[in-house]
C-alpha cells in the first residue's frame, strides 16, 4: 500500500512504534539487559509524541494535500520475533532497528520541501534508531553476557 500523505506516514510510524514498544517490553522482562530495553519502550512512546507534535504544530490543509510522500507501508513491515531465546530476540530487535533506520531516512528525505520541521524530527529519530542497533548489536558479542 502506498502512502502520500503525512498523516498516513504518521498512522504507519504511530503502528510501528507501538508494536515494537511491546515487543521491548516483552524482551525487557527476560531480565538481561533490562534498563537499557525498557529505555528503548519509552524511547518509542517519546518518538509517536515527538512526530505528532512535530506534525500538528506545521500541518495544514494545503500541505496534507501536497502529497509528500511516496513511501510503500509494505517495505516496512516488522517481523516482530517471539521473545523466548534472548539472542535470537536480539537478532530480531537489528533487523527491526534497520526497518526503521531506513523508514525514518526515507521519510526524513521525502518531506524536506515540503515539512521541514517533520524532516528534522524523522532525521533525528533516525539516527537515534541506528545508534540504538549498534547499542543492540554489542548484546550479541560473546562477551556482554559476561560483562553483564
Do not use: W
Amino acid at each position: 500500500m502506498r502512502l502520500h500523505t503525512a498523516s498516513e506516514v504518521i498512522s504507519l510510524i504511530r503502528t510501528l512504534e507501538n508494536n515494537n514498544a511491546e515487543f521491548y517490553e516483552r524482551l525487557c522482562q527476560l531480565g538481561k539487559h533490562e534498563e537499557e530495553l525498557c529505555g528503548f519502550t519509552r524511547e518509542n512512546r517519546r518518538n509517536i509524541v515527538l512526530v505528532q507534535q512535530a506534525y500538528n504544530n506545521v500541518i495544514s490543509d494545503a500541505l496534507e494535500g501536497g502529497f509528500a510522500f511516496n513511501i510503500n507501508a509494505n517495505d516496512f513491515s516488522l517481523n516482530l520475533p517471539e521473545v523466548v531465546n534472548f539472542q535470537e530476540a536480539i537478532k530480531g530487535a537489528v533487523e527491526m532497528e534497520t526497518t526503521f533506520t531506513h523508514l525514518y531516512s526515507t521519510a526524513a528525505e521525502q518531506s524536506k520541501s515540503l515539512l521541514p520541521d517533520v524532516s528534522r524530527v524523522f532525521s533525528v529519530i533516525a539516527r537515534k534508531r541506528q545508534a540504538r542497533m549498534e547499542k543492540l548489536s554489542q548484546f550479541l558479542s560473546p562477551l556482554s553476557d559476561i560483562l553483564s
